[in-house]
Structure formats: structure tokens, C-alpha cells
């Protein structure tokens, strides 16, 4: 008589419990369009991944109301951690067992590290919120809603020197943007007749600053811009005005957070970002704003924007490939993208490059009571 | 004049570490708990002070909240963690991942309470004035210095000179024997981790004020308390105060000779070598093999 072992016995009792699992997921991924976001969740940058799904949620919302796609979009989403290790293990899992197609990322690192993951399996990575100058071009199925940091340098440097800002100490984190920002910001207020005076490295993690700030002091420049993310940037600024360091603070757009436009000490930041006028009268924009306003009490963000703008994309070109009765995969997104370049988002119209990376306007503000104020 | 400036911000950032590391010592000393959630201690403590300050209420009772909500996790934890889990002859590990899954849930917990943003309390206490030429310090280095002094010769007088602190001292060696002179290991435990949290409220109050709290900040906090604790010596309280103050010093004066990278790492290559060299730390006892 053939023994049955308890593992065995296991095994089958727990198929059709499995099963019941499994199916459905499986049958919803067939039947839905499952987006990706790999996006910091938890940790000090944690506030970046909020403020992203927000945005990719209410184009999820109005792609639905309006049933662009004969598909439901389904969201899953992926701690990154907003580090290269997290976004590597989190591309993988939305690759290989979400099946997720059209994947929503932030931060420079992560994209590095998911990008060719996503080109090995031809799901698409559209980038909202990373800068750093690498990432253009990343890969032929990464693309960026987003202006890189080169962009915004480009914009800052003749501010800098027409308001006799020309010798900065710069603070940025060690890592692919922040080293990317600092080459561009060197290359370009050198070449306009400035100077970095101090170049502090610091990591990710740091929460110490004073001895920076002492640091800086002694060499007394005209500004001081700092390049790093989330509850840091507000660290930074807040110790820095602590011991003393009055001269103007200078910044990126990653700066454009609530924790450092509510932050006392940064009233006077000038940081530059995408030029987000939200009195544009296309009726995209204003559906946006208007429901934004309604549902949060508050305007949205450069960030809200982009990963709206991120998933109205994905639902733009799966229109087109759906009327054309193509599939919609990697290669068939790309080849839409290609070929239809200009597209009606929030903001106006977005043109896309051959790497796949939007041009906007970007614009120098200052933070006046919480809010950007552009300035030139 | 760098130097100097340098060694101030150490002195204000190494007591802040001193209390906090103390706090941890205290309670690993006395009861051989490993509580790797003393940093949601100081965390849960930092965002009370927060909250109260919000409520607009004065530092003094803002510091009380604090107090109570540390002293309060410190006993629950004591209470309906760890010791359920000693009762059942819990190994060490056990109780490293009770207490990091305490961490998860605290850290959790504040997220959803409080957003995920940085938080930090606006006061002229932290705002630096130059007091010589090239040297700027502010009110809270003096309100940190006053602090951690009264409370270590406060508790090193508890310590040295009451029955309860003399039990304390003695819980870790022989509980047994405690019942002996009439004391509860039971009680004494409690009183450990009492008083272990509360000496992390001092740093919480003045580092939301300072440095400001995100909800993952215990995890940098229970980094220094543990470096602190091997350098000190494991389980003295004056070993982890000392090595704390220590740290803080380093790893903000190497910033005048070295890259400001090397800040953190420089507390931990003070760490390596201690542990390399003087292995029982700073006051701990050596022991022979």
C-alpha cells in the first residue's frame, strides 16, 4: 500500500485554499492594466511616496470615470525604501509576480537600480520625481515627466550671478543624484564666473549638521545650496539657520514638500522647480486643480502633477493601441510614445524627446508663508 | 576657532547622546534586557513633546507629557512584553525581536498620528549668538549641559545612596538574593526601565527642538545608545554617559580635519577600536578565559 506522508497530505489540503487565492489574483491580472509604483514607503523619505500615489491615484480615478480604457487600472505598490538595494528587490517583485506593466518610480538611485530590470522585461519606468542627470536616456523603456536637475542648474547659475550669488557652499548627499548635481552645478557656475568655496559630501541618513554649519561659516559665502531629500532637507535648513548661517539658502525642487514649506526657517528658500500654473485654462489642468482642491483643501504639487501626469500617459497611449486593436506591452507603449511625441496633460501639452524625457519650463521661486513664488 | 566651535556643538550633541545611552545602560545593566525599543522611547517621547507643543502648552509640561508617555511605554513594555516573554523562558533573540517588532509598530503608529513628515519645534532657545569672535552658541547648549549634569548626579545619588538604588545595582547579579534583604526583582525591574525611559525624555524634548524628529528617528538613537553602551562598557551607566559624550565630540570634531563624511564613521571606528583593544569598554569589568 503506497504510505501518504503528512507533508503530502498538507500539500493537497492546502491546494484549494491556494487556489482560491490565486485564481482571482491571476484573473484580475488578466483583466486588469496593473501599475507598478516603486516608491519610498517607510523611512526618512517616506513622505515623497504619499505625496506621489496621491498623484497617480486621482489619474486612476478620472481615467476610470471617464472609461478610457476597456480595462480597470489596478495600482500595486512597492516599498523602495528610496534606495537602490529596495528598488531593485521591489522592481523585481512587481516585474516577475505582479506582472505589472508600466511601472511609476521616483529617486535616482531606485531608477538605476530598476531600470534595467524593467529593460530586461520590457515594462516601461516612468520616472516623476528623481533628478539626478543620469537619468535621462537610462534605458529605452525608461522615460522621465519630469525636468532633470541639469535643467534646473541651467536655470539657477545666471540668477545666481545676476544677483551677486557667485561663491556657494554647496551641502548634497552622497549618492548618484547628489553627485550629479554637484558635477552639473560646478561645471556650469564655474563656467559663469563663480565658485563653489565647499563641497560637503553627507549621507543620506545623517541628522547631525552644526558641524557643517561651523564649517561653512568660516568661509563665508555668498550662499549655500544644499542637495539631499525629505525630513533632511529640513534638518539641514533648520540647523543651519540655528547656528547662524544667514546668507540665502539655495535649492533644488525636490525641496517643494510640505515638511519644508511649513518649516519657519525656510521662509526666503529660493529653490527652482517646473513651472506648475495652475490658472492654465485647458480643461485637463483645470479638472485636475479643481478636484485636487476639492478633495485635499490645498493646491497640488509639481510632484502631484508629474505622476498624474505619469498614469494620464499610460491611459493616453493604451487608448491609442486599444483603438488600434494592438496589444498593449512594453515595446507597444514605447512605439506609441515615438510616434505621438506630443501629448494633453496637466500643465499644457508635454512634449517627449527620443530618450523618452519631457520638456518643461522650469522656473526659480522662493518660499513666501509656505508657498512658491516665482522670482524669474 | 573652528575647533572650538566644533568641540561645543560635540559637547550639545555628546550629553543629549549621554542621557539616552544612559537610559539604555540603566535598563540592560540592571535586568539584562536587551531593549532595542528604547529608540521608540525616545521617539514616542520627542512626538508627545511635539504635540503638547502644538496644543500650545509651555515646555514644562509639554517636558511632563514627555515624561509620562516614556515612563508609561518603558512599564507597558516591561510589563506585557518582556516579561510575559521571560516567563516562558524566552531566549535573548526572542526578546531582540519582540522589541524590534515593538519599534515597527511604534514607528507605524507615529507615522499615522503625525504624517511621515520631519517635525521640530521653533524656539530662540536654538538659535545661535556669537559670544566671541567666530564662536556661536545657542541657549540650548547651556539648557543641555545644566540637564544631563542634574541628572546624573541626581541618579548617581539614587544609585549610590538608596535602598532602591542599591537594589538596582544588584538585580543583575543575583535576584535571589534580593528577597533575602526584602525586595521585589519584580519591582525592581519596573523601576529599571522607569527610569531608563525617562532619562530618554531629556534628549527627545531638546532634540525636537534642535535637530527635529521624522518617525524613524529611534533607529539613529538605539545606534548611539548601543555604540555608547559597548564603549562605556556594557551595562555601566557612567561607562554609557561618558562614551555617549564621547561620541558626540568625535564624531563632530573630525569634521575639522577630516571630510564631513567621515563624522558618523569616525564614532564607530572609536566603537571598533574599543572593541578591538578594550573589549570590556570603558568601565566595564574584564573577564577571563
Known sequence: ?376 | MLVLQLLVSGIETGALYALTAAGFALIFGATRIFHFAHGATYALAGYAFVFASRLGLTWPLGGLLALLVAVGFGLFLEAAVYRPIQRHHGAFFTIFVAAFGVVIVVQSLIELSFGRAFVAISTPLTRAHEILPGLYIARVFWLAIVVASLVFVSLGAFLARTRAGIGLRALSENPDLLRAFGLSARRLSALAFALGSALAVPGAVLGAATTGLSPAVGAHVMLISLAASVVGGIGSLRGAALAGLLLGIVETLVVAFLDTQWSEAAGFVVLFVFILFRPSGLFGAAVAR
Do not use: C
Request: overall charge neutral; cysteine-free.
Open chain 1, 1 to 376: 500500500m503506497t504510505r501518504i506522508s503528512r507533508r503530502t497530505l498538507l500539500a493537497a489540503s492546502a491546494l484549494p485554499l491556494a487556489g482560491s487565492f490565486l485564481a482571482p489574483r491571476s484573473a484580475r491580472a488578466e483583466e486588469a492594466y496593473i501599475l507598478g509604483t516603486l516608491f519610498p514607503m517607510a523611512g526618512p523619505n517616506a513622505e515623497y511616496g504619499t505625496i506621489f500615489t496621491a498623484g497617480a491615484a486621482m489619474a486612476i480615478k478620472h481615467a476610470s470615470a471617464d472609461k478610457m480604457l476597456s480595462r480597470p487600472l489596478v495600482l500595486r505598490a512597492e516599498d523602495s525604501e528610496g534606495t537602490p538595494q529596495g528598488g531593485a528587490v521591489g522592481m523585481n517583485k512587481l516585474v516577475n509576480v505582479d506582472h505589472a506593466l508600466y511601472v511609476l518610480v521616483g529617486f535616482t538611485g531606485v531608477s538605476k537600480a530598476a531600470a534595467p530590470i524593467g529593460a530586461r522585461a520590457k515594462v516601461i519606468l516612468v520616472n516623476g520625481g528623481g533628478v539626478g542627470p543620469d537619468l535621462a536616456g537610462l534605458s529605452p523603456y525608461y522615460w522621465n515627466v519630469i525636468p532633470l536637475v541639469p535643467d534646473e542648474i541651467k536655470v539657477l547659475t545666471p540668477f545666481l550671478i545676476a544677483r551677486q550669488l557667485r561663491r556657494v557652499a554647496l551641502i548634497y548627499v552622497n549618492d548618484p543624484f547628489g553627485n550629479g548635481l554637484y558635477k552639473a552645478l560646478k561645471t556650469d557656475l564655474t563656467a559663469a564666473g563663480g565658485e563653489i568655496v565647499a563641497a560637503d559630501a553627507i549621507s543620506p541618513a545623517d541628522q547631525q549638521f552644526s558641524a557643517i554649519a561651523a564649517r561653512i561659516r568660516t568661509l563665508s559665502p555668498d550662499a549655500v545650496y544644499f542637495a539631499s531629500y525629505g525630513a533632511q532637507q529640513a534638518q539641514i535648513i533648520k540647523q543651519l539657520r540655528d547656528a547662524g548661517i544667514g546668507q540665502q539658502l539655495l535649492t533644488y525642487s525636490g525641496a517643494a514638500i510640505p515638511s519644508v514649506r511649513n518649516l519657519p526657517e525656510a521662509e526666503g528658500l529660493i529653490l527652482t522647480a517646473q513651472a506648475a500654473d495652475w490658472t492654465v485654462d485647458d480643461p485637463i489642468t483645470q479638472r485636475f486643480v479643481t478636484d485636487w482642491r476639492a478633495q485635499y483643501g490645498s493646491d497640488p504639487t509639481p510632484y502631484h502633477q508629474n505622476y498624474y501626469n505619469a498614469v494620464r500617459l499610460f491611459a493616453l497611449l493604451a487608448q491609442q493601441l486599444e483603438k488600434a486593436g494592438k496589444p498593449v506591452d512594453g515595446d507597444a507603449l514605447r512605439a506609441a510614445l515615438l510616434a505621438t511625441r506630443r501629448f494633453a496633460l496637466v500643465g499644457g501639452e508635454g512634449v517627449f524627446d527620443d530618450l523618452g524625457d519631457i520638456s518643461m519650463k522650469i522656473v526659480v521661486n522662493t518660499l513666501k508663508s509656505g508657498k512658491l513664488v516665482a522670482i524669474g
